[in-house]
């Protein structure tokens, strides 16, 4: 699979993802070109779950608002079950990363699904080791995937906040 040219940012709440993914939106990007992995779901008393009807996705538990807006508009809406990370809910180009990742077992030599397919768009096996930490710690990792003017017009956006 042809690598792909991915900027990285980490948000510790689905609020910041949220304004993050609002203001590209709002400035024009592309958001078909974002994508976000996340948890939250851990703490959760009551069932979590999605499903789709008449091509609208619905969202169960705490963080159905969050996940929900964001499937509305991301595409590739997914939630794994990844061993030493639980319940992982993701939307975005990043997904079809993962599932190439798994299908074509890279997953080798102690590195988790999400850390070979973060190595598969190039990314360094320290930030791989933060992003999985931070992804562990119920933060959001926001993936925005282009070429570099798009990476660059993302960063210059997101210097706004």
Do not use: C, R
């Amino acid at each position: 699979m042809k690598s792909l040219t991915a900027a990285h940012y980490i948000y510790k709440t689905h609020k910041e993802v949220d304004q993050a993914i609002k203001l590209l939106s709002h400035n024009g990007f592309d958001i078909k070109k974002i994508s976000i992995v996340g948890k939250g779901f851990h703490s959760e008393e009551h069932p979590v779950g999605f499903y789709t009807t008449n091509d609208k996705i619905k969202l169960w538990g705490s963080t159905g608002a969050f996940w929900g807006g964001l499937w509305g508009m991301l595409f590739l809406p997914a939630v794994f079950l990844i061993p030493g990370f639980g319940l992982v809910a993701m939307a975005g180009p990043f997904v079809s990363v993962l599932i190439s990742a798994l299908e074509g077992a890279l997953v080798v030599g102690g590195i988790s699904a999400l850390g070979a397919a973060l190595s598969d768009l190039g990314v360094s096996a320290d930030l791989i080791v933060k992003y999985e930490l931070a992804i562990k710690s119920d933060e959001f990792l926001m993936l925005i995937h282009g070429d570099q003017v798009e990476l660059s017009t993302a960063a210059s956006i997101l210097a706004k906040v």
